[in-house]
């Protein structure tokens, strides 16, 4: 009897561990999953550094002179020179 307990022990540990690797918290499904999330959240990083640093650029820009300004007023608010007149082409 006693020769047929450890085997059977031991298998009942093999049982839980592998388990416990497909079904606990540490599970290569979760392992995965959690990896997925981590590449999204690397990306969505990656395009919100991006974006800050073209703010800052514009920022700085903004900051060191008048060029800047007045491009944004003419091209966000078609605001003109005295005695400009504009002009729109349209592609055909």
């Given amino acids: 009897m006693g020769s047929r307990l450890i085997p059977v022990v031991l298998l009942a540990v093999l049982a839980a561990l592998h388990a416990q690797l497909w079904l606990g918290r540490g599970s290569v499904p979760r392992v995965q999953e959690m990896?997925?999330?981590?590449?999204?959240?690397?990306?969505?990083?990656?395009?919100?550094r991006q974006t800050n640093e073209r703010l800052a650029s514009e920022?700085?820009?903004?900051?060191?002179?008048?060029?800047?300004?007045?491009?944004k007023a003419r091209n966000e608010l078609g605001m003109l020179k005295?005695?400009?007149?504009?002009v729109q082409f349209t592609p055909r």
């Avoid at 990896?35 to 919100?48: E, H, L, P, Y």
């Avoid at 920022?59 to 491009?71: N, T």
């Fill in 35 to 48: 990896q997925r999330k981590i590449d999204a959240q690397r990306t969505a990083n990656d395009q919100a």
């Fill in 59 to 71: 920022v700085s820009d903004l900051k060191e002179g008048l060029d800047m300004v007045e491009e």
């Fill in 82 to 86: 005295p005695n400009e007149i504009y």
